[in-house]
């Protein structure tokens, strides 16, 4: 009975423990769980990791260096957001609203991204390599000089998206929409262009771009 007297402290410290360690992440008033209201939040360069964050409402929220490595960001919204040399490699975003978010030098490798939104959001310097971006709308986006190696970007949107500089080295663009675009000084050897689309698409100074494509 003494021994179970002189553990039982210790038990009950262990349980407070586990219990703690169940409470859902608090950075600024933000409550880092799936549905959370946190718009305009304050998360610059957070430890957001692993975090269920489905449905999240992040608009305009400043995530500039933060760390979402692995994070589930299904559906969240994160329209204006400020994700500046932010880490999201190998997150799931997938039908997200990304609209008009700054993504400048973020990495995005081997992102979860299947028809996520992202119209006029920003991507200069960003790495993007073997992102899965089937079905995403990523119209006016500004990805200038971005890493998009491997991509997946079949049935795409890129239309009019400022693509100077890009590498889309063995990116598959099988049916993407390229209208518009812009591809100046960009690189496309061993892309996949099966039916893709590039009516009145900028190729000066591009990589193996379709030169010969029907306008």
């Not at 994160?78 to 975003?93: D, H, Q, V, W």
């Not at 990495?107 to 991507?123: E, M």
């Not at 061993?190 to 379709?210: I, K, L, V, W």
Request: some cysteine; hydrophobic content about 45%.
């Amino acid at each position: 009975m003494k021994t179970s007297s002189l553990l039982l402290p210790l038990l009950l410290a262990t349980a407070s423990a586990f219990a703690a360690d169940d409470q859902p992440l608090t950075v600024n008033g933000c409550t880092l769980q799936p549905e959370s209201q946190c718009a305009n939040a304050d998360l610059r360069g957070a430890d957001l990791s692993n975090q269920d964050l489905r449905k999240i409402n992040l608009a305009g929220a400043d995530l500039s260096g933060a760390n979402l490595r692995h994070a589930i960001l299904d559906l969240a919204n994160l329209e204006k957001a400020n994700l500046t040399g932010a880490t999201l490699n190998r997150a799931s975003l997938q039908q997200a609203n990304l609209r008009l978010a700054n993504f400048t030098d973020a990495q995005l490798v081997a992102i979860q991204g299947w028809g996520l939104f992202a119209q006029a959001a920003q991507f200069k310097g960003a790495n993007l390599t073997a992102a899965y971006l089937e079905f995403a709308r990523m119209s006016g986006a500004k990805m200038h000089g971005s890493d998009l190696r491997a991509a997946d970007l079949e049935m795409t949107w890129l239309s009019k998206a400022d693509l100077k500089g890009a590498s889309l080295i063995d990116a598959n663009l099988q049916e993407a929409k390229l209208n518009d675009a812009n591809l100046e000084n960009a690189i496309l050897t061993g892309a996949r262009r099966h039916y893709a689309s590039f009516q009145g698409t900028n190729m000066e100074g591009c990589t193996d771009c379709p030169m010969d494509w029907e306008k």
